[in-house]
């Protein structure tokens, strides 16, 4: 009878104590697995009423768990991987405009601006001149206006203007044989200080740094 007794306690005790670990194991389970359905010794068990369920059970037969949420308090992630490849190209357009940026803007701030407003108005001399030379060859004497030249002579003048200059110019008093021999034309500077120039069918281009239009009494450039 002793003896019984004892194997009735052990086998008490081993019941408990299954019991015991199948729960614990079942709570661990819940508190530590992402899974729907935490999986203990081969079997999945639901992990609020901790019954035995299939593998592919979306709802809780026992409790009415719904088994596709994550357990309540439990943080899911959702950080968005990050496109390597992409946020890499995104750096390089951004760098390959900021480059952009600086490469038009840094000359234009630490340039002389003098030097570029005249190196404009000596180009636009010099095309004018060479398209009213092309004038005088066609017809046998220079225009009595600008306006025969035409895109020419409007492109000319904008390309001072860019500079802050205006062009003007000045055809000779018609010969006898009523044909324009000669002209002047000067290049005058908006802004104080930058050189004034004059030139005329001889293409020697005269400069003045005095508030005034240079006239041929001027000195040539060099």
């Given at each position: 009878m002793f003896s019984d007794t004892i194997v009735g306690a052990a086998n008490w005790?081993?019941?408990?104590?299954?019991?015991w670990m199948r729960s614990g194991w079942a709570h661990a389970g819940r508190l530590t697995s992402t899974s729907p359905l935490p999986r203990i010794l081969g079997m999945y068990v639901c992990r609020e009423c901790d019954q035995e369920l299939n593998q592919s059970s979306e709802l809780c037969p026992y409790c009415g768990t719904d088994l596709t949420q994550p357990p309540a308090g439990e943080v899911v992630s959702t950080k968005k991987r990050v496109n390597l490849p992409r946020t890499i190209t995104l750096w390089a357009m951004m760098i390959a405009a900021l480059w952009g940026i600086l490469w038009v803007a840094v000359p234009m701030r630490f340039s002389n601006p003098a030097k570029q407003s005249e190196t404009r108005a000596l180009?636009?001399?010099?095309?004018?001149?060479?398209?009213?030379?092309?004038?005088a060859a066609a017809q046998g004497a220079y225009p009595p206006s600008l306006e025969p030249i035409g895109e020419p002579a409007r492109a000319a003048a904008q390309w001072a203007q860019s500079g802050g200059y205006s062009l003007q110019y000045t055809p000779a008093d018609p010969g006898p044989n009523?044909?324009?021999?000669?002209?002047?034309?000067?290049?005058?500077?908006?802004?104080y200080g930058f050189r004034n120039f004059f030139s005329d069918d001889s293409a020697v281009i005269r400069a003045t740094h005095e508030d005034r239009p240079a006239t041929i009494q001027d000195p040539p450039i060099k």
């Open positions: 005790f081993g019941m408990a104590d299954w019991r180009e636009a001399m010099t095309n004018l001149r060479s398209a009213l030379h092309d004038y009523g044909r324009i021999a000669n002209y002047s034309l000067s290049a005058r500077a908006g802004n």
